[in-house]
């Protein structure tokens, strides 16, 4: 079993609280994704996970072990840190055995061993250079590597891609989750990125404040956000975010002369929440203004204004619009979302 589950787990900083009573649990061989912005506590979530910190409060189980208390070295896990952490004078094949002499493995195994992690990261042509002869996707692997032949049921990744260019991290992250469903290992990986969190995550725990905002698989974190926070930190661009007042048959967007969003009347209590893909043009729909266009090849994002409410549309092709123009905005309402203008919450209609 590599199963992990925390309960209650906080952590405080003399007064500063950096962990709040999180709750999660992560089945045995699914990658599972520590998300959110910088500050969030997701770092510190997986250094105490790892035996690196000791919480405050709470239990850490990975299988049936209690491991709350545990040095690292008895907790059965391995760790790729956003350093890479390789020895400079150290070849490729003593950095990746460095962990299994230190523990003092067999050393009958090693070769055998060795074989296979080179194999299957492609590093066997490199197991004589130095890290300083490799490039960073070259060292990205020594470090997997190391993660790899520790035969760890669980392996710890903290932002291992982030000093990686934007090609080399979309090829990387391609063969981590590979190589993560070849081996069958329990992994959490932390990350800001959230292009790295959907293309990757069997389950996204999305964290903010040092509490979970979300916890659910990538396609309803997507579909379903919780809150304007999760709303807007999934999906590129970020959700459009639009204000609403009440109007005379109901709410609409504030400062527009309508239509009718919503036909209730109760203030200034909600928010209408619409992605960027899912604006068009339309030839009757909502008036707006533009604002900004930027073209990207296959698609365009068009900047607009509705009311006093700024929004954003992602469409297809190249457009012959310009700062100005007066348009017609519209969206279907199955992909409307509301949101509570005080807490930020997810509303749904009755």
């Keep these: 079993m590599a199963s992990i589950s925390l309960k209650g787990i906080t952590k405080n900083w003399g007064e500063a609280q950096a962990v709040k009573g999180i ?63 390789l020895f400079p004078h150290l070849n490729v094949r003593d950095n990746i055995l460095f962990g299994v002499r230190v523990r003092k493995e067999p050393s009958k195994d090693f070769e055998s061993r060795l074989k296979r992690v080179a194999d299957i990261l492609g590093l066997s042509h490199l197991l004589d250079r130095r890290p300083g002869q490799l490039s960073g996707g070259q060292q990205q692997r020594v470090a997997l590597g190391r993660a790899i032949i520790a035969d760890a049921p669980v392996c710890l990744m903290d932002e291992p891609l982030s000093n990686l260019d934007a090609q080399l991290r979309q090829e990387m992250r391609r063969e981590i989750r590979a190589l993560q469903q070849q081996l069958n290992m329990t992994m959490i990986y932390v990350t800001h990125d959230q292009t790295e969190a959907m293309s990757m995550a069997d389950q996204v725990i999305l964290l903010r404040d040092g509490k979970i905002e979300q916890n659910a698989p990538p396609a309803e974190l997507y579909a379903q956000p919780a809150s304007v926070f999760a709303a807007r930190f999934i999906g590129t661009p970020p959700m459009n975010i639009l204000p609403l007042a009440a109007g005379d048959a109901g709410q609409i967007i504030e400062g527009s002369s309508g239509p009718v969003i919503l036909p209730r009347a109760d203030g200034d209590a909600w928010q209408l929440g619409i992605r960027p893909e899912h604006v068009r043009l339309a030839e009757r729909g909502i008036a707006a203004r533009v604002e900004s266009i930027e073209y990207f090849g296959a698609d365009t994002i068009i900047g607009a204004r ?30 409307q979302y509301f949101f509570d203008r005080q807490s930020g919450l997810r509303r749904h209609l009755a």
Aim: hydrophobic share 40%; charged share 15%; net charge neutral.
């Design 306 to 335: 509705i009311g006093n409410a700024p929004l954003l549309a992602r469409v297809p092709g190249q457009l012959s619009l310009k700062v100005g123009d007066q348009i017609q905005l519209g969206w279907d309402e199955a992909n």
């Design 23 to 85: 709750n999660f649990d992560v089945k045995s061989g699914d990658f599972t994704v520590l998300l959110g912005p910088s500050g969030c506590g997701k770092s510190t979530t997986l250094r105490l996970i790892a035996g690196l910190d000791t919480p405050s409060g709470g239990s850490i189980h990975i299988g049936e072990r209690d491991v709350t208390h545990l040095p690292p070295a008895q907790r059965k896990i391995a760790m790729v840190f956003q350093s890479y952490a």
